[in-house]
């Protein structure tokens, strides 16, 4: 610890603290503007200035003393950037000397001489920094003077000079906007590419005031390129889903989570008049740091399409809206006589652990063994230890097979982090350091830390020591390998991976004192894989982070909806069917006599299928218990932006169970949530930032459904629901269909030419391309979330003159 | 009490009975206003290129003590502008029961698109009636919802019940005939 003086206080922070970090920890304020947390201090906007001295030491390496005997305090000559300078034992530093001031006042002047005078149409407008600094910091009092009459005179007007121009309008991708005018050079996003998801694409382009952001690449690459537009301190980047919906002060803001992924990022939902505009990343410290997705930040527009409000019903063939009394019975006439056991009820992938519960005990009472959620695994993934992103980082060696940077985009970051040997940061009174000295721009990636083998060369491939593409399908006889060569045996053969790579990762494995393995929906779906996997990971110790397809798998599984016997979510075999907030393929409907949905809007198998649906709510309206990928449980708070009349899956699930005349096991969150308390000591209050929660868990893996076609679904951060959003299709262009040369000249197939894969998901479009680094006999297609990582049955059509 | 207390009394009363009365034979005659008075809002247009002022920033809404105006914006077509620059205002309504007039949303418009105009006659029956949206409140818009609606029911044209010596020139292109 060192100890210095802030102004008057004195404070002791840990070694290597930025001056910055040490005047806020201290209650202090600085303006800054190029910092940002877990980025790089570069010095660069010159706001942070402050006045620094230390006492020195003298040849006799005692203090040189001042006449009063206390050492004497050597001021640098000239003001120093606080984010860039070490604090140092007897520092002293003054922020709110005049020279100081002077300093802020002048630099927040020349941050504004060439800004626009955008700020009504902005965006930004209301949440800049540069607005509150010019506010707080700038010369606004100097701006007049008096005159002999008393009356104040303008001395000098930011309006008086002729700005800089450049380029406002300049599209980065589809989802962001870039304004050169209004960029003061903070060199944010630049760094960010870099440093935080690992691939450089923004730069500065020419020198001095002509100095302008650009990219070579049209667009940026997706994945995590939304981040850009929380940290830009001013409204240069820009979300354009969100574009002119409203100024920021009018945003309804709801801190919750986001259930696309199951590493489950803090976000902030903005929305108003009852619809959700924006996604902004929330900080979350253990989870999220402060980036997220662009699929979590993007991928919302799906929520405002077509919403119901009012029940379907089928009438002659089309659904029509009906009152609930009407529904009810409809329900009620449809239900009678129908045997309990031959009821199924399924819930969709982002339900809360109360309505997994609630359908659970519904099950239980009904006595059917036809239950599920969407996306469950073959083999529970609360069978696995849960460990956290922090023992990510602790670790010295990581094994991940799958694909984070789609899985679970989140860890991807982490794993860059953990690339880079950076361990989380000491915390201050004001939360994450703002200026991190241990951060670097391009530091070096140690790729000696990271083995990946994945069914295709994924984004981590660039950063990993050993590396293998495997056949889709051959995790199990990975991890067999691996095992077999940690413990020094023979090795079974793995189609595609070398041997030498699996004895180098295995080597790798064992010489590192601490290990984390993370993988994903691939392994979980194959339950021998994950008994190899569990068994490595006792036998060996290692941390085990699984990537579920499912963002809510640990919740649900945990309540219970876990089916052992009965057909599960997806799969043939209830008389009846209920689904809540998801569609399966149109095969799990085979035999059923009556279909009901609870969506938020209609899907096409709805559509073709459903004899009733109501009106469901998203997971940005739900109240609720979530658990994520690590085991923590957080809480969903609603934003207010369900049509009046939606329902979650305990009052929808209330509704079709009464029509039934049937017991009702909860009719609201809260009884729901009391119940878990009870059985399961759920805390009934949660922090904030939620609470570890990791009870053990008795589940086997289930049997069948191994598929074992030969079209395997990719994983992707993207869902099949936020196709609907017109820009989303458009940013990702049509899905790709990879194959292998080889069995592309086999199926007469060629590099670009157009196609539609039939799957049990329905009939898509596709534009083959070729890769010869991925396993012959295997067509690749993206999962957008439906049977992610599976094999699965296809028929590929060629239209005719579908020839590139 | 004397009679001559009673005569100067009488006198006065007798005086004003023969002068010429202030009172305003409202609706017959219009209503002489000033003309800083605060009445119906305006969205003004640029005089050259007709385009809308209005920017659709909000800054009238925030600045609004009533809560009384809704703004919703959105991008301008570049080929077909309605306004200058980016943005527009798609959604622009005054509740103008929730509106004390207190000029505060024309202080705060940094385009000078919202000002308050003169007409005060209002009244109306039903609450949505008194939601004023952007057709309402448009430059080339004479008189409010209830007078238009009379209007156009008896075929005749608006009747506006004041009179101003000069419009302020704020309201760029507002004309009383
Ligand atoms: S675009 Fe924004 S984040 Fe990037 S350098 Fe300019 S001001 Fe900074
Ligand atoms: S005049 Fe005052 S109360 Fe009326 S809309 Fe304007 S700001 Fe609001
Ligand atoms: S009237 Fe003026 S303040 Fe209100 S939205 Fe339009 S430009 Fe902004
Ligand atoms: S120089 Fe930009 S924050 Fe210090």
Redesign the pocket.
Known sequence: MVKLRINDREIEVPEGTSVLDAVFHAGYDIPYFCSERHLSPIGACRMCLVKVGTPRKGPDGEWIKDEDGRPKIFWFPKLMAACTTRVSEGMVVDTLADEVKKAQAGMVEFTLENHPLDC?TCDKGGACELQDRAYEYGLFEKYYTETQNGLKKVLYSRFEFTKRHADKHHKLSEFIVLDRERCIHCKRCVRYFEEIPGEEVLDFIERGVHTLIGSEEWPLPAGFSGNITDICPVGALLDLTARFRARNWEFEKTPTFDLTDAAMSAIWVDSRSGKVERIRAREHPEVNEIWISDAARFGHGWTKEGRLSRPLLRKDGALVEVSFEEAAAFLSERLSGVRPEAVGLYLAADGAMEEGYTFAEAAKGLGTAHFGFENATRFPVSALPAASFADLLASEFALVVGDPAEEMPVLYLRLQEFLKGITPAPRYFHGTPIADLRLEERMPRRPERLATFAAYPTRLFAFAGVRGVYAPGSVAALFEALLAAMNGKRLPEVPGVSEEAIREAARRFLEAEARTIVVGAEVLDDPEAAQALSEIARAKGAHVIAMPPAANARGLELTGLFPEKGAGFGEPGAEVVFYYGATPPAEALRGARLKVFALPALDALAKAEADLVLPAKTYYEKRGLVLNAEGRLLELRPAPTAPASAMDGIEALAFVLEAFGKRVPARSVLEARTRLHERLKVPLELPEEGTLFRPRVRLGARRGGEGGGSLYLRPTMWRARMLKDERVRRALGEPRLYVHPETARAEGLSEGMRVEVATPYGQTPAVVALDERIAPGFFQLPAFGRGTGRRVAHRILVPSGGAA | MSVMALAKALGITLRHFFSKPVTIPYPDAPVPLKPRFHGRHV?TRHPDTGLE?????????AACPAYA?Y?EPAENDPENPVSIGERY?KV?EINMLRCIFCGN?EE????G??VLGYEFELADYRYSDFVYTKEDLLVDTVGSKPQRREAKERKKPVKLGFEVPYVRPELEGVKYE
């Open positions: 009504p | 969205l002022k209005c920017i659709g920033c909000s800054l009238c809404a105006i703004v205002a622009y949303c705060a418009c940094p385009t698109a919202i």
